[in-house]
Nanobody
Framework: QVQLVESGGGLVQPGGSLRLSCAAS????????MAWYRQAPGKQRELVAS???????DYANFVKGRFTISRDNAKNTMYLQMDSLQPEDTADYYC????????WGQGTQVTVSS
């Protein structure tokens, strides 16, 4: 059974930065498009950013210019560099295939607060 493990979250002040990581227990991410999602308390899960195997990226408008998605295919890992964080970015962050084709991992919590 494939496992997804997110890490790198934490508490940060507005304007700060975090780098999230997503590791898969197998090489299932290889040759597949991947994505980051987030879910704030009491709200629906939403797509944050996606990346194809070839490196083409797409971003939700609320993070465009602030977040950068990347991947390391040799390590079965992808990343989300988050800069200029705002309180509205507070949420649990999850990784998956671009159309959420795998069971969800536990996520990693990001809290942006003074």
């Amino acid at each position: 059974q494939v496992q997804l493990v997110e890490s790198g979250g934490g508490l940060v002040q507005p304007g700060g930065s975090l780098r999230l990581s997503c590791a898969a227990s197998t090489n299932i991410f290889r040759f597949r498009a991947m994505a980051w999602y987030r879910q704030a308390p009491g709200k629906q899960r939403e797509l944050v950013a996606s990346i194809t195997y070839g490196g083409d990226t797409d971003y939700a408008n609320f993070v465009k210019g602030r977040f950068t998605i990347s991947r390391d295919n040799a390590k079965n890992t992808m990343y989300l560099q988050m800069d200029s964080l705002q309180p509205e970015d507070t949420a649990d962050y999850y990784c998956n295939l671009i159309h959420a084709g795998l069971p969800w991992g536990q996520g990693t919590q990001v809290t942006v607060s003074s």
